[in-house]
């Protein structure tokens, strides 16, 4: 009942504000229509018209990548899985046409089929997936099964593997030569134990570390121990608790200090065409830019897309070790809503759409 009641009031919230933002609304398009549009218009499309679907159409992320690209000139449709039918991408003037597509995570074939049948009845030339954490692997692995002829804008499948998972990330890192934190993979609890056994014959470094899932796993971030504790006892059976293994393995890494910062990074061909460099936002609506240490995480993102040779978008979060040194903790292969402070610029369309597209003169699309 009392969730029930907080939705009412939630919906009634929303509705208050509606005059408000008709009236914005209205204001913005005189302002259009006197003034013309503040975003510039890229030339990705003079080449060659590309036939664009932009999946994760619930997202904010979704609509600015749509925009970018159709802005440009391209001819762009949107997907979402159910019950997303009637979310905002679909009503935006660029897009031709929206299809809700089934949940990847529940029904693969399902899903395959459909985007399958999308790609044939639209001859789709480009895949952008702007999708959720739980569906991003998906199309990461759906590229090699699709017509030569097709691209997604995402890592291959196996990069992507090499990235989601925060202990093969780590040792990416480490052979790049780049800054990272402690880490150790954690398949079972005698990984663990080895671990902490090895560190307690050494004198003691001060360093602390906690155990979390090598993959994402929201429902995972719970009860969290600084480790090691005293009492061994109580550690092992909090190791134990973890149940580790090779479908479901963890990593032990070592604790950072706050702020919290997170980066958005574009790659096309080892390049990186495209930065944004923010403070975290859990509620992903709010992005702080940041100029401290934003050349250290520019390079450290250059050096990352030129040793691994990467093409696609991922975004890092990143925190201080003792010595302030701010390094990342984890990557995500995928889209991020940070891409929204992009929007505007001519080359946008361009990163997402031309294989070839590199940056004038070594610069990349990089706001502040």
Known sequence: MAGRLKS????????????????????????HCLCGG????GSSAEVKQLKILVTGGKMSKASAVARAVGRDGHKVFTAE???????????????????VLPRP?????????????????????????????????????LRERLPSHVRVFAFDGATSDV????????????????????????????????????????PDDGKRFIVKPAVYDPKARTEILF??????????????????SKAVPYVIQEVLAEPEYGSYAIYNNGVLTGFEFFESAASCLVYRQLQKQREQVLELHKGLGKAMNLTGQLTLDLMHTAAGELVPIECNPRIHSAVCTLEGHKNMG?????????????ACLCQG
């Not at 159910?82 to 046409?97: A, L, Q």
């Not at 693969?108 to 997936?129: C, G, H, M, N």
């Open 81 to 99: 899985i159910m019950p997303y039918k009637f979310c905002h991408t679909r009503f935006c003037r660029y897009v031709s046409k929206h299809y």
């Open 38 to 41: 503040s975003f510039q218009k």
């Open 350 to 362: 361009a990163m997402f759409t031309d294989p070839e597209h590199v940056p004038v003169a070594n």
């Open 8 to 31: 009412l009031m939630a919906i009634l919230c929303l509705l208050s504000f509606a005059p408000v933002l008709v009236l914005m609304a209205l204001l913005a398009k005189i302002r």
């Open 163 to 202: 990235l989601d998972n925060k202990y093969t990330f780590n040792q990416a890192l480490v052979k790049a030569g780049l800054a990272c934190p402690e880490t150790a993979n954690m398949e079972c609890l005698d990984d663990a134990l080895k671990f902490f056994e090895q560190r307690a014959s050494n």
């Open 227 to 244: 480790l090691p504790i005293e009492d061994k006892q109580k550690q092992r059976e909090y190791l134990k608790s973890r149940n580790a």
């Open 105 to 141: 995570t529940v029904q693969p074939k399902e899903w395959e089929d459909a985007l399958q049948s999308i790609v044939r009845e639209q001859d789709i030339d480009l895949i952008i997936p702007c999708t959720a954490p739980v569906e991003s692997s998906a199309y990461a692995h």
